[in-house]
């Protein structure tokens, strides 16, 4: 019997930064001279799209934030001559970009019509404002031999430091670039320099900056760590160097082997004492932090970090995980202050997750979740509805689904304080895998009713759903049904479609529909308005740095790759939300493990925050809170403050605000105003005097503007610490003060947009995904790109490149091609897909009364309104490519011509 595939994971992709050029082309050495560099403004291209005459299908491309492009890639080189820029380009502090760079010219093999060619660029030169720290990161993509990163003082052209690597890397060694401005360097504007050495072929690159280091020490201050002391990790070769040679290290006093090359260092008292701050806590911790940033730099240490201090389920925010100052998401809903209230970390709860499986390599799962799945498969702890066996995430297949299901398990139940990644909300939940959709990212009905009364039967508490259909047939009625009544609790994607349109089973009775906030709590752009969202959560928007924290909004989480293993990823979506809710869920339950979902549902107002009613389409009850859930789980037996909001933005009119901290329990008593201390690490930030309210206190805030001298964003936290029920508690609130928007200078270079036949021919190289049937180009205009597809007749055998056939059916994707080979989307060049990267979904041209759309898989027109995507370069450091690992790119038509050059201006 045929089956539709209906059911889709519900996320937008961006592989993660997991560390911290149109630049000007330059010759020469820049030695130390007298003479200061100057910074200029790169030109702007904007080219023309071919004009269109009758029906069209019209969509915008959103780009991510803070991305930047070179402005003399291959492409603009060759087919528009530009000039080479004569200064370095003036970059923002915060930035993300994709360039091109080569020590020779010469042509591309297998070119059988259009030759695609590519020019020599040795060169790429930017100004960039950095502070002490900060950091600069290179990843270049099919490297060769000779590539360097300098950076070089604009204000009298002093090199400050320089990295390079002479031969191309050899499998699983990097083929990055990394620079720091030494912490006692001045801030200022300093020239990064990316160079190929002569006789080097083309290759592509993407440059990020790390977050201000003003900021990274800010958050290395404020979580609680033993001044004067650090925790490192040295290198292979200096261990092997240590065991000859006992005497080596002997200055870096290494008081405290912890065992596998690790050691407990304590900082020199000439150290400690640099400035006369001995008696200055917080200015010895910023020593402290100063000191391990000189640590991480020595070449014999592979990590540093300072020697944090664990309290219950405090250590779970602590940053042992590497990743979890990325892990915006987490304090957005209280997380933090849920640890300290559920010590267990939802241990003993049983999680379904049914997806596509969980990432397996030579060594078993995924790292970060191992502990929490079980050793070895069985017929009552996993299943797989695909292929039977393991349910082993495939990830790289055609379409793939970049593991979905491992970076939503991760979410759930990363195993925390275990040094690796992130941690999960629920960080020592058991996890149930569940198979139920294929390498295509696609599951039948009767995959996902069989993985739901598979769950039941086992045991399950918690059932997540980051899938999605717009059918709901009454089988899949019954199955949730019988899950609800078995008191499980079912949470799922409401769908990544800015309608009001339901989704399923989101939309069904007993289900918890999830929608997707960013970073400062906005409904997120692409997340359903329907009726059927019960509440949100953080679930990303990489086209936003809502936080100001220098970063697209995009959750952190596991991920894997069929290269390198298990690795971390960013991605985006309301599949990406739904397993924040999943977690606060299974600490409920095991607070309380008879709490049921009608229970949850008539307290969702009580457990959720933020905006919500009539007036706010798409937020249900609200922002899920943690903290607000596992007290209300707990019956009022224990006394916490939560702040209200959990962030401060100060706009630059606004100089005060009033944050709230109410309480919320009385099993501990009333928590009196002498037991809370509010403290800031910044001279512009300041907290007044607690006010008692009847719900707790209100405690003024302000933002001295005078002193925020500079044209950049500035964040910073106040630490919020208070006695209750015992114990010592303290969370942080995060407050920013945002740059006027930059939404309209994002630019990810001249774009290239394709519809390619959804079924690939056989004969068809394996090398492209799919064939294009038409083609536009476009440059960005006010931060976004807007294209249009003409519409022919399918009998035309003579069509316009840009005109698509009525009643084909198409994938809908776009992107650069920088180093002009002739396909979009390799690694390291920006690239979208319809409607989410990584998860592409057929569509098809079809005319109504003189009108073209584009109709879905499910035989639903797509509103106007929602032909949007999302472009993006690949992060560097990740060992991905975008839309998925392993993808080759895909091919431009040969036949096609350019798109007009209008302007090139100064």
Request: with cysteine.
């Amino acid at each position: 019997m045929y089956e539709s595939r209906l059911f889709k994971p519900a996320l937008f992709v961006l592989p993660i930064l997991v560390s911290a050029c149109g630049g000007g082309s330059g010759s020469g050495e820049s030695g130390n001279t007298a003479n200061a560099i100057q910074c200029g403004v790169a030109p702007t291209l904007t080219l023309v799209e071919r004009p269109i005459n009758g029906p069209r299908i019209s969509g915008l491309i959103e780009i991510e934030a803070n991305a930047r492009v070179d402005k003399d890639p291959a492409d603009l080189l060759v087919e528009y001559a530009t000039s080479r820029l004569t200064q370095p380009e003036r970059l923002p502090s915060a930035v993300i970009l994709g360039g091109y760079v080569s020590g020779t010219s010469g042509e591309y093999e297998g070119q059988s019509k259009k030759k695609f060619v590519f020019p020599e660029d040795i060169r790429d030169q930017y100004c960039i404002d950095l502070e002490p720290g900060q950091s600069v990161d290179v990843e270049f993509f099919t490297p060769e031999a000779g590539h360097s990163l300098r950076l070089i003082r604009a204000l009298d052209a002093q090199l400050v430091d320089t990295s390079s690597f002479e031969k191309a890397p050899v499998q699983d060694e990097p083929r990055w670039l990394s620079l720091s401005l030494p912490t006692d360097a001045e801030a200022g504007t300093y020239i990064v320099d990316v160079g190929a050495a002569s006789q080097t072929g083309p290759s592509r690159y993407v440059l990020q900056t790390s977050p201000t280091a003003r900021f990274t020490s800010l958050h290395w201050a404020s979580d609680d760590f033993r001044p004067g002391e650090a925790v490192v990790e040295m290198t292979a070769a200096a261990q092997a160097s240590a065991q000859q040679n006992r005497n080596q290290f002997s200055a870096l006093s290494l008081d405290q082997p912890l065992g596998n090359g690790q050691y407990k260092l304590t900082m020199p008292l000439s150290v400690q004492a640099y400035g006369g701050v001995r008696s200055q806590s917080l200015d010895i911790k910023q020593r402290t932090v100063e000191w391990i940033e000189e640590l991480r730099r020595q070449p014999e240490i592979a990590a540093a970090s300072p020697n944090y201090i664990f309290r219950g389920l405090s250590a779970f925010g602590s940053v042992n995980e590497p990743l979890y100052p990325a892990q915006w998401h987490y304090p957005l809903i209280s997380v933090p202050q849920a640890w300290q209230l559920v010590p267990d970390g939802g241990d003993g709860v049983r999680i379904a997750v049914l997806d596509t499986g969980v990432f397996r390599g030579v060594e078993g799962w995924h790292e970060d979740l191992r502990p929490n799945l079980p050793d070895n498969c069985g017929t009552s702890t996993c299943l797989d509805t695909i292929n039977g066996g393991d349910p082993v995430d495939p990830g790289s297949a055609l379409g793939g689904s970049v593991y979905h299901g491992t970076h939503v398990a991760g979410t759930i139940a990363a195993s925390g304080n275990n040094g690796l990644g992130g941690a999960g909300v629920a960080p020592n939940a058991r996890l149930l895998p569940v198979r139920v959709l294929d390498e295509n990212g696609t599951g039948t009905l009767s995959d996902v009713i069989t993985g739901i009364n598979w769950a039941v039967e086992n045991g399950a508490d918690v059932i997540n759903l980051s899938l999605g259909s717009s059918a709901a047939p009454p089988n899949l009625r019954t199955a949730v049904e019988n899950a609800a009544s078995a008191g499980v609790l079912i949470v799922a994607a409401a769908g990544n479609a800015p309608t009001q349109e339901p989704v399923y089973p989101a939309g069904l009775d007993g289900v918890f529909g999830v929608g997707a906030v960013d970073g400062a709590g906005v409904l997120a752009s692409y997340s359903s308005r329907a009726s059927s969202v019960d509440l949100v959560a953080p679930g990303g928007d990489a086209g936003r740095d809502a936080n100001q924290d220098g970063r697209a909004d995009v959750v952190v989480s596991a991920s894997g790759n069929e290269d390198t293993g298990a690795t971390y990823a960013g991605l985006q979506g309301t599949s990406m939300a739904t397993p924040h809710v999943a977690g606060v869920f299974a600490l409920m339950k095991s607070l309380n493990p008879e709490i049921s979902a009608p229970v949850i549902h008539a307290l969702l107002d009580d457990i959720t925050k933020g905006a919500s009613g009539p007036g706010n389409p798409g937020y249900g009850a609200g922002i899920i809170d943690a903290a607000l859930a596992v007290e209300t789980a707990s019956a009022g037996s224990l006394s916490l403050l939560l702040a209200e909001p959990t962030l401060l933005k100060f706009e630059r009119t606004i100089t005060q605000q009033v944050l709230l901290l109410n309480q919320v329990g009385n099993g501990g008593g009333s928590i009196g105003a002498q037991s809370i201390e509010v403290t800031s690490e910044v001279p512009w930030l300041r907290a007044g005097e607690l006010s008692a309210t009847d719900a707790g206190f209100s405690l003024p805030v302000s933002v001295d503007h005078a002193v925020l001298t500079e044209a950049r964003a500035y964040r910073s936290f106040l630490t919020v610490t208070y006695s209750s029920d015992g114990h010592q508690r303290s969370f942080k609130v995060p407050v920013i003060v945002p740059v006027s928007s930059a939404v309209a200078e994002r630019n990810a270079g001249l774009h290239y947009v394709l519809l390619q036949v959804a079924d690939p021919d056989p004969s068809w190289s394996e090398d492209y995904i799919t064939k294009a049937s038409a083609q536009t180009g476009l440059s960005a205009v006010d931060g976004v790109y807007r294209f249009n597809f003409g519409v022919t007749d399918a009998s035309v055998e003579d069509k316009a490149s840009n005109e698509a056939r009525i009643g084909e059916t198409y994938f809908l994707v776009a992107g650069t091609d920088l180093d002009n080979d002739g396909v979009i989307c390799s690694p390291g060049e920006a690239c979208a897909e319809y409607p989410v990267a990584g998860l592409r979904e057929r569509v098809t041209v079809e005319v109504v009364n003189g009108e073209a759309r584009l109709v879905g898989a499910d035989g639903e027109p797509v509103p106007a309104t929602s032909l949007v995507m999302t472009t993006s370069f690949s992060r560097p450091l990740s060992a991905q490519s975008l839309p998925r690992p392993g993808f080759a790119g895909y091919k431009l038509l040969e036949s096609a011509p350019e798109p007009a050059l209008r302007r090139l201006a100064d």
